[in-house]
T-cell receptor, first 110, second 115 residues
Framework: DAKTTQPPSMDCAEGRAANLPCNHS???????VYWYRQIHSQGPQYIIH???NNETNEMASLIITEDRKSSTLILPHATLRDTAVYYC???????????FGSGTQLTVLP | GEEVAQTPKHLVRGEGQKAKLYCAPI?????VFWYQQVLKNEFKFLIS????????ETGMPKERFSAKCLPNSPCSLEIQATKLEDSAVYFC?????????????FGPGTRLTVL
């Protein structure tokens, strides 16, 4: 599976959009980009995933660059409850496990 | 149930003692995964099951770790003769699919402390 690179930490003001970047320059054509988050010490929670088109759901939007070497997770209106570690994971859809990296600690500030 | 349940929440063992952790997957999910989180952000995949069958055990330290998923029972992860480095949070996840086509739903974890 391709490796991912994320900034270790980011801050965001409450109510503003949080944009979390992820580099995955060695991604291959059949690999998806997945985002999970871990709030405090709870179990990870699925957010969104995509292949090459931008995706949006009720939690977030995922923007994948045309060359697929990087992506951005967007939380449109961050709240204090969005404070968490966000993991960008790249994997073949046939993969049988999630391979977590070190993630980004997002802190939403009041 | 509609959530993955894990018991106990906390477990303390002396080095060399046995530890057994339990996981009840979401009803209707056939696939169960175990992950170990040693340091705050570092996850390690241990093992996965399709129903009661082991599907992928490439992450298991086989000499001391074992796991089962038996019909009509919670899945279990057992560590014989625990070591200090086994101290971690152990997460169980379940899914309707084995592959990454479907999201994995995680339980709240069991924090194992080996003294």
């Amino acid at each position: 599976d391709a490796k991912t690179t994320q900034p270790p930490s980011m801050d965001c003001a409450e109510g503003r959009a949080a944009n979390l970047p992820c580099n995955h320059s060695t991604i291959s054509g059949n690999e998806y980009v997945y985002w999970y988050r871990q709030i405090h010490s709870q179990g990870p929670q699925y957010i969104i995933h995509g292949l090459k088109n931008n995706e949006t759901n009720e939690m977030a939007s995922l923007i994948i660059t045309e060359d697929r070497k990087s992506s951005t997770l967007i939380l449109p209106h961050a709240t204090l409850r969005d404070t968490a570690v966000y993991y960008c994971i790249v994997g073949n859809v046939a993969a049988r496990q999630l391979t977590f990296g070190s993630g980004t600690q997002l802190t939403v500030l009041p | 149930g509609e959530e993955v349940a894990q018991t106990p929440k906390h477990l303390v063992r002396g080095e060399g003692q046995k530890a057994k952790l339990y996981c009840a997957p979401i009803k209707g999910h056939s696939y169960v995964f175990w992950y170990q989180q040693v340091l705050k952000n570092e996850f390690k995949f241990l093992i996965s099951f399709q129903n009661e069958n082991v599907f992928d055990e490439t992450g298991m330290p086989k000499e001391r770790f074992s796991a089962k998923c038996l019909p009509n029972s919670p899945c279990s992860l057992e560590i014989q003769a625990t070591k200090l480095e086994d101290s971690a949070v152990y997460f169980c996840a379940s899914s309707q699919t084995m592959t990454l086509r479907g999201e994995q739903f995680f339980g709240p974890g069991t924090r194992l402390t080996v003294l």
